[in-house]
């Protein structure tokens, strides 16, 4: 509770976004789907991202950060070596190991455009524009 407390109050809406790549996936994909409240939040999310981006097969990795280990980051910072991935973390608020691991790889000098909703984590590498990092909520 306190997390999304504390993520909500960083977190906004389309309202003041600077970057049209992440103002119109929020406006076209991300919103509308949050207004829809879906049973499968998370595989509405992915899908919905996919689709709207026309992402590649084989270039949409999704990562369950709870599943993920100290020694299995370098697998999935592997991903950064192809500009054409994006990458989909789940679950980067539920403990402190997840945070830790999505803040560390937004961080990462490859990821051109990071985007925090609360339920999952979007993570660019497409060098459209300078590193930025977006916290975004339900309208």
């Known amino acids: 509770m306190l997390n999304r407390l504390k993520f909500n109050w960083k977190a906004q809406t389309a309202h003041g976004l600077h970057s049209p790549f992440v103002f119109a996936l929020y406006t076209e994909v991300i919103d ?7 049973q499968d939040l998370e595989t509405a999310l992915i899908h919905g991202i ?11 990795h999704v990562v369950d950060l709870n599943q993920v280990t100290e020694s299995m980051l ?13 990458i989909i973390c789940l679950h980067p608020h539920t403990s402190n190991n997840s945070n830790e691991f999505w803040q560390r ?13 609360f339920e999952l984590g979007i993570l660019s590498l497409k060098p459209t524009a300078p590193k930025q990092h977006f916290w975004l909520k339900k309208s």
Do not use: C, D, M, W
């Open 105 to 117: 790889l937004y961080q990462n000098p490859a990821v051109i455009h990071s985007i925090e909703l």
């Open 32 to 38: 509308p789907i949050y207004q829809k409240s879906p």
């Open 74 to 86: 370098p697998t999935v910072e592997s991903l950064f070596q192809n500009p054409a991935n994006l």
């Open 50 to 60: 996919g689709r709207y981006l026309k992402i590649a097969e084989g270039q949409l």
